[in-house]
């Protein structure tokens, strides 16, 4: 059974840091794509960042880039987010997201999700 356990969210100020983290069992790994979404209140689902489990490769919204970083830990099975330099437009629920296919943007191609972690920016 494919889990996915987010953790790490939290309150923090403009300018200020957090490092979130996704846990993933039961997965395939080497035929997946890992991502990270966010909703912040009364809007759709976002794409934040992806990386492809085989090879690294990363992908990132543009309004993150410079800003956040997408990684894995192989041994521990672990995905993580790492969010610098936090804006207020950054709250919101964040996701991870398993899956696979050629176009790590998109929802449709992720077919697990965990249960999200809420990022507050706020002064």
């Known amino acids: 059974q494919v889990r996915l356990v987010e953790s790490g969210g939290g309150l923090v100020h403009p300018g200020g840091s957090l490092r979130l983290s996704c846990a993933a069992s039961g997965l395939i790994f080497n035929s997946y794509v890992m991502g990270w979404f966010r909703q912040a209140p009364g809007k759709e689902r976002e794409f934040v960042a992806a990386?492809?489990?085989?090879?690294?490769?990363?992908y990132y919204l543009d309004s993150v880039k410079g800003r956040f970083t997408i990684s894995r830990d192989n041994a521990k099975n672990t995905v993580y987010l790492q969010m610098n330099s936090l804006k207020p437009d950054d709250t919101a629920v964040y996701f991870c997201a398993a899956g696979w296919g050629a176009d790590p943007y998109s929802r449709s191609t992720y077919k697990k999700w965990g249960q999200g972690t809420q990022v507050t920016v706020s002064s």
């Open positions: 990386i492809r489990w085989t090879g690294g490769s990363t």
